[in-house]
């Protein structure tokens, strides 16, 4: 039995380590058509605000694929595939061959079909390199033009905001971040990212970038406005990398199709997981999906009987002074659910719950956000409510139990998402021996996604510390468990 991987981003470099953690000998070979060792693409942002170094979000220590015995390919895309022979062709030349084919292709920028976007300094935002060039461009620009104003429009416009240019948002719905947000929480988000120095031009299409020189110089709309950028960032929408799927006949929707075991409807001995793979109808753009399917995978191969149900992800935005947390059905009115919500928007809080069948389906949590762990666990456990909703959206209030403090979170309780870690694992790592954030994340991975729960594993680790020290564990540190 051998595994062939093609694509080494979150998905494909975690089924990699996963297959190695059950088995030692299996024979794996991964293609990753970017040169750089694998790393965490969710950290990009990170590194754009200049909160972390491109060298500081690896996914795997030097020297780990010739220490593991992984025949790693890196900078060598896959070209073809042949189904029948069971072997896949490289851009070297080289023929592999396979017992088990994975693919983990990802997805590519959608870069618009518009005059202009070849200039330099307009720059999609996917890669180590995109991000690296973003930045060179960075140091010089003036001013910049972001387009698309989803999640990572956002924590691209704020990483530059925060190095002190002027930034502008260019995002054709009528609100931010709608696939997340109902528009008046995206109006509270646009007065919050104005305060911080990011302009945003709502219900707007670009129509061309305006060069001089082969370079960029600004942005046109469509209603002729003008914006001058000598920075464009490309942010408006990924398309999943299904290609090689496709002329290989796998059937393709937006995805590569697969069943609950991950693998390809039209071949069992293909698999597809992360952003490329359709899953009951589903597309996923976040990293703990990828991992989870990533897991059930390296399960399937090693001959163990796993599924993947689906995922309830959670998403965070990652932006310095805003605090967002959205998860499921936000944008479900009065009429069609019970809504429970609260806006200040003068001080950029926007809360909302959505409810039915006593079972939380939506949330948004903006501005503050204390009861997101709370709330993330109760939706993706669909677990049913208490009777008072106050507390779901105040953190203390209410009557009912201040569920989000380390003794109260739930030993079943998910704090970390990307990696599905547990509080009772995080306790069991500590009774293992583990003392601080980094012994935890080295024995669970928990923080090591978008890192959104540090705070929550410390205020776990402050408590047990406190319990073995004999304190009360009546009177907790209090944290935001997500
Ligand atoms: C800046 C940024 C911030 C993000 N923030 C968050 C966040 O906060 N939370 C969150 O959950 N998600 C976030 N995401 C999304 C998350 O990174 C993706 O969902 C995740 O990376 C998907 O993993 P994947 O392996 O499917 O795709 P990728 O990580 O894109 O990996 C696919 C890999 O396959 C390679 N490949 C493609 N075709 C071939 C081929 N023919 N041969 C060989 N290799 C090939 C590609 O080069 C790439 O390296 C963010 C993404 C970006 C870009």
């Known amino acids: 039995m051998s595994v062939v991987v093609v694509g080494n981003g979150m998905a494909g470099a975690r089924l990699v380590g996963e297959l190695r ?15 750089s060792p694998p790393y965490n693409r969710v950290l990009l942002s990170d590194v754009l605000a200049g909160r972390s170094g491109p060298g500081d979000i690896g996914l795997t220590a030097p020297g780990w694929y010739a220490g593991n015995d992984v025949d790693a390919r890196l900078g060598v895309p896959v070209t073809g595939v042949d189904r029948a022979a069971r072997t896949v062709t490289s851009a070297d030349g080289r023929v592999t061959p396979y017992d088990a084919l994975v693919l983990a292709t990802g997805s590519a920028p959608v870069v ?30 003036r ?22 240019m002027p930034v502008t948002v260019v995002h054709r719905p009528g ?49 002729g406005t003008l914006l001058e950028a000598d920075l464009v960032v490309l942010a408006c929408g990924v398309r999943p990398e299904t290609g090689l799927a496709s002329a290989a006949g796998l059937p393709v929707g937006r995805g590569v199709l697969v069943d609950d075991r991950l693998r390809s409807v039209g071949d069992p001995r293909v698999h597809a997981i992360g ?40 998403t965070r935005l990652k932006a310095a002074g805003i605090d967002l947390a959205a998860m499921g059905e936000t944008g479900l009115g009065d009429d069609e659910a019970e809504v429970v919500r609260f806006a200040d928007p003068v001080r950029g809080t926007y ?6 069948d006593d079972r939380l389906v939506g949330a948004i949590l903006l501005g503050e956000t204390g009861t997101a762990g709370l709330l993330s666990q109760l939706y993706t456990r669909a677990a049913p409510l208490p009777p008072d909703r106050l507390h779901l959206l105040f953190h203390g209030m209410g009557t009912g139990p201040p569920a989000d403090t380390p003794v109260r979170i739930p030993d079943a309780a998910v704090v970390c998402h990307c990696n599905n870690v547990t509080k009772g694992g995080i306790r069991a790592s500590w009774e293992a021996g583990s003392r601080d954030v980094r012994d935890v994340a080295a024995g669970t991975r928990a923080t090591t996604g978008c890192g959104g729960c540090r705070d929550t594993v410390t205020g776990i680790l402050e408590w047990l510390r406190s319990q073995d020290a004999g304190a009360s564990p009546a009177a907790p540190a209090t944290v935001n468990p997500l």
């Open 143 to 164: 001013s910049a033009v972001v387009v698309g104003g989803g999640l990572l429009g956002l924590e691209a416009a704020r990483g530059l905001a925060g190095r002190g």
């Open 351 to 356: 809360k909302k719950v959505v409810i039915k």
């Open 112 to 141: 618009p079909p518009l005059r202009g976007m070849d200039a330099a300094g307009v720059v999609a935002f996917r890669t180590i390199e995109d991000c690296r060039a973003i930045l060179r461009h960075a140091a010089a620009a």
């Open 21 to 35: 953690r059950r088995d030692r000998r299996l024979p794996v070979t991964v293609f990753g058509a970017e040169e």
């Open 275 to 314: 952003e490329c793979a359709q899953h009951q109808d589903t597309m996923y753009g976040l990293v703990a999906p990828a991992w989870e399917q990533a897991g059930v995978v390296a399960d399937v191969l090693t001959g163990r009987d796993a599924r993947y149900a689906g995922s309830r992800p959670v």
């Open 175 to 223: 609100h931010l971040m709608d696939r997340q947000l109902d528009p008046e929480a995206g109006g509270v988000l646009r007065r919050v990212l104005a305060d911080l120095g990011v302009a945003t031009f709502l219900g707007a299409r670009v129509a061309a970038a305006r060069t001089a020189g082969g370079r960029v110089t600004g942005v046109e709309l469509d209603d």
